[in-house]
Structures are given as structure tokens and as C-alpha cells.
């Protein structure tokens, strides 16, 4: 049995150690916000967090998160941060068809808190490893930028 915490809850699966991470969150665990893009860890769409580190769900075998902290989108989205993140998105047009959104809002999240004042720059580099077909990545900088601003003192790691 591997046992890892998922969104704050202790969890269990029997499930060969080399299936990927993505396919357990979505089908043994029904959460369905974690996205496949690119099966690669290219575009970012299935970003997750691991020990409070970004990391691509779609190259994790299974076999590797034995006791470790796993967060999905759906985890955070009851955090001040992410009410932040997802009002920001919405005044800066930052989504379209919304598929890489919840890989989008991982990688804004990891970058607030480390860096909670970022340049533009800055921000292009922390979303540098997830990939956006609709909107063009100018809304979605806006958006992180808004987030900054809005919650700023918020960021920091308790």
C-alpha cells in the first residue's frame, strides 16, 4: 500500500507504484481539476504540489509520493490565496476556455509565495512552465500581478 496525504487527508492505494500521479488523483480519487495536456510535463496542466513544491503530476510514478504531502487545485481552493488568485484571473480576462487555468493558478500560487512582489519578468519565468492556447500570456500576467496586489501580506508562508 503506498499512503500519502492528499488535500489534507490521509489516503491509501494499492495501485502498481509505476501509474502516474495524474491518473491516480483523477480516477482513484475523482478529482478532476489536475488536467492532461501534454502527458510530458510540458505544458503544466497537470501541476500539483508535492512537499510545497510545483511539479508536473503527469511524471510522478506513484511508487514515489509514499509519505509525502500531495495538493491539488481542489485543495487550495478554500484558501484566501486562491479567492484572490481566482478573482484576479476573472477582472484581468486571464481565462478563456479555462483547461489550463487550475495548472495556471498552481504555478501563480508557488510563485506568490515565494516571491509575493514579482516584476513582470519574474512572472513570466514562474508561469514559463505551463502553456496557455487562448488567451495569450498577457491577461494571465495581469492577472498575477492584480493577485500580488491584492493580497499582498498574504503570500508569505505561515
Known amino acids: 500500500m503506498i499512503k500519502f496525504t492528499l488535500n489534507g487527508r490521509l489516503v491509501e492505494t494499492d495501485a502498481?507504484?509505476?501509474?502516474?500521479l495524474l491518473d491516480l488523483i483523477r480516477d482513484e480519487f475523482t478529482?478532476?481539476?489536475?488536467?492532461?495536456?501534454?502527458?510530458e510535463g510540458e505544458c503544466g496542466a497537470c501541476s500539483v504540489f508535492v512537499n510545497n513544491h510545483l511539479q508536473n503530476s503527469c511524471l510522478i510514478p506513484i511508487g514515489s509520493i509514499d509519505g509525502t504531502d500531495v495538493i491539488t487545485i481542489e485543495g487550495i481552493m478554500e484558501s484566501e490565496q486562491?479567492?484572490?488568485?481566482?478573482e484576479s484571473y476573472s477582472s484581468a480576462g486571464g481565462?478563456?476556455?479555462?483547461?489550463?487555468?487550475?495548472?495556471?493558478v498552481m504555478a501563480s500560487a508557488a510563485l506568490l509565495s515565494?516571491?509575493?512582489?514579482?516584476?513582470e519578468a519574474e512572472i513570466r519565468e514562474g508561469i514559463s512552465g505551463n502553456l496557455c492556447r487562448c488567451t495569450g500570456y498577457n491577461m494571465i500576467v495581469d492577472a498575477i500581478n492584480l493577485a500580488a496586489k491584492?493580497?499582498?501580506g498574504l503570500w508569505q508562508k505561515k
Open 95 to 104: 481565462v478563456q476556455c479555462g483547461y489550463c487555468i487550475p495548472g495556471m
Open 114 to 119: 515565494k516571491n509575493p512582489h514579482p516584476s
Open 150 to 152: 491584492k493580497g499582498d
Open 82 to 86: 486562491f479567492k484572490i488568485l481566482d
Open 31 to 39: 478529482l478532476i481539476g489536475t488536467k492532461e495536456g501534454c502527458g
Open 16 to 20: 502498481p507504484p509505476t501509474a502516474r
